[in-house]
């Protein structure tokens, strides 16, 4: 089990550094998110298998709707400000120039 906790961990901290390293764009801002939030539900899962509680079963679907209602909020702020500002890139987007 130590296999999974380390490729578990190890692709959370690669979402993270690369929401960190990399923001040029913000759909790429966006996928690494997405990919933090879906390495959480997957450790979140095999969590809650483990335990053989149906209490803690609920918890990775409450994530999983949460990340589905980021993705569309995300997905629906890049078509605003791509429409607004003619590009993704985060440097151009200034709120007072709105």
Do not use: K
């Not at 690669?14 to 959480?40: I, P, V, Y």
């Not at 679907?61 to 997905?75: D, K, P």
């Amino acid at each position: 089990m130590s296999t999974l906790y380390f490729s578990l961990s190890s692709a959370f901290i690669m979402g993270l550094m690369g929401l960190t390293f990399h923001r040029t764009h913000l759909l790429s801002a966006l996928l690494c998110l997405e990919g933090m939030l879906l390495s959480l539900f997957i450790a979140i899962s095999i969590w809650s298998m483990t335990m053989n509680c149906t209490s803690y079963s609920i918890t990775p679907m409450i994530l999983l709707t949460f990340s589905a209602c980021e993705a569309g909020t995300g997905l629906a702020l890049l078509v605003a400000t791509t429409r607004t500002h003619g590009s993704d890139h985060l440097q151009n987007l200034n709120l007072l120039q709105c």
